[in-house]
């Protein structure tokens, strides 16, 4: 497949990364020259410098004979243009955007996008991306990571293990002797940095870190199982009244869950902003760092704090600062993956990081077959896919113990009729079900081959 990328920056890069290295044809175009060259220089790739919304740009680009644009710049309209040249100058089939701004987004509008107005097949928002990931993570506030699969009926935790889990040093296989009506499978172990899917005859060991599929019903369960204390959240702090965490605060105030929230912005034009878009929230104008504005939003009887500023060093420094006011649960944004690392240490519980979460949004769109949603895992160590089965697919008609999948990928659940099952040796996949599994980054073209159609289905 051949694919123009336009925008070199984090997000174009994680997916000029994920594409080259699955042996696509990937052109990446910037108008910074110095970008242009970091990707061609660490990745298989081609490079253009220039604005990508040019015709003889991205006609430099190789855009008469490509069969994607990602326009993932950081202006709106430049997107939305390039897009637009895409279709009008070189009939390039599938066309992906990155939007940012609220109008563009509001469902008032979205005739919009239609191909006789401004033909853009696929928009992502990485503001509404990130939203609805600190919401996850609010859920499960002992995962360090989390997503939902499969019509929100399976949930993926990633939970790190202490000497308190019941469970370590125990057997994968035994786990479904000892819980025999737990629906929860263990598909991803890291451990001392390593990321693998283990075996059945795998321990689990102390200061591993788990990536788990459990059924939603039994996600409480699963927690308990591997030492995590489920509590419900009835108060929240978010810190930045800005897009992230105005649809944070809009969600939470229409959750039937009930979440009592308050949101302290420190810009007053911001936060006057937030406060006539929401109802029942109490918005405070002030520093998110200051003990005083924590006291006064109640930091020590919330049961969580969510810092969506958009700088990190403030997001970090604002969670150790409502841990240490007696707050229990701390979730940063974090842009920065390499300050990912600092998060134990300091005592965050939980972050949020923006590309990871819009690259997976992409990668949703783009990969072979009938693939409903992907998930990038770590630093785009593995990922899982939820995809279809189709009946020219590799894998339909035979039983999970007959596949010939790469060590690096486990099935975590499966989907027929809209039942829900856990996987089992025995358990024949058929035309229609939906799967959801875990493969490491190595993996991934077999497993886009396993589930590959037709070309006529394209």
């Not at 598909?187 to 899917?197: E, I, N, T």
């Not at 996949?429 to 077999?446: H, K, M, N, Q, S």
Request: proline share 4%; glycine share 8%; aromatic share 4%.
């Amino acid at each position: 497949m051949k694919v123009i990328i336009c925008g070199a920056g984090q997000v174009g890069w994680q997916i000029a990364r994920h594409l080259s290295g699955e042996q696509n044809d990937v052109t990446v175009v910037d108008n910074n020259p110095e970008l242009v060259r970091r990707a061609t220089d660490t990745l298989d790739v081609q490079g253009v410098a220039g604005f990508a919304s040019y015709p003889d740009i991205l006609d430099r680009a190789g855009a008469r004979d490509a069969d994607m644009v990602i326009a993932a710049t950081h202006s709106d309209e430049v997107n939305m243009v390039t897009c637009q040249v895409a279709h009008s100058v070189f009939n390039i089939r599938r066309k992906i955007a990155r939007l940012r701004s609220q109008s563009y987004l509001d469902v008032v509008y979205s005739d919009l996008y239609r191909r006789e107005h401004m033909p853009i097949d696929v928009v992502i928002s990485p503001e509404l991306e990130v939203a609805e990931a600190a919401l996850k993570r609010m859920t499960a506030p002992h995962a360090f990571d989390t997503e939902t699969f499969l019509k929100g009926k399976v949930q993926m935790l990633g939970l790190s293990l202490d000497e308190e889990c019941p469970v370590i040093n125990t057997p994968l296989r035994q786990l479904t002797d000892l819980f025999s009506t737990l629906c929860a499978v263990v598909v991803g172990v890291r451990r001392k940095g390593s990321l693998f899917a283990p075996e059945p005859g795998d321990q689990l060991f102390s200061g591993d870190e788990i990536y788990v599929f459990t059924f939603v019903e039994d996600m409480a369960r699963t927690m308990e199982i591997f030492g995590k204390i489920q509590k419900k959240q009835e108060r929240a702090i978010i810190i930045g009244g800005g897009n992230v965490g105005l649809m944070v605060a809009q969600r939470l105030e229409s959750s039937a869950e009930r979440v009592r929230s308050k949101v302290i912005e420190r810009d007053r034009l911001t936060a006057e902003k937030a406060a006539e878009e929401l109802e029942r929230t109490i918005v405070l104008n002030g520093d998110g760092l200051n003990a005083a504005i924590l006291s006064e939003a109640g930091v020590e009887r919330a049961d969580a704090v969510l810092a969506v500023t958009d700088d990190d060093k403030t997001n970090m420094l604002a969670s150790v600062r409502a841990k240490a006011s007696g707050c229990p649960l701390a979730i940063a944004l974090i842009n920065d993956p390499t300050l990912a690392q600092l998060m134990t240490p300091l005592g965050i519980d939980a972050f949020i990081n923006p590309r990871a979460t819009t690259v997976s949004s992409i990668l949703r769109h783009i990969r072979h077959g009938r693939v409903r949603s992907v998930y990038s895992v770590g630093d785009a160590e593995a990922e899982i896919i939820e995809a279809e089965v189709l009946s020219t697919s590799p894998i339909a008609g035979h039983q999970v113990r007959d596949i010939d999948f790469p060590e690096g990928v486990l099935i975590g659940a499966i989907m027929k009729g809209g039942e829900v099952t856990k996987p089992k040796g025995g358990t024949r996949i058929e035309e229609g079900d939906v799967i959801a599994l875990f493969c490491l980054a190595a993996d991934v073209p077999e497993v886009e081959r396993l589930l590959q159609v037709s070309i006529d289905f394209f």
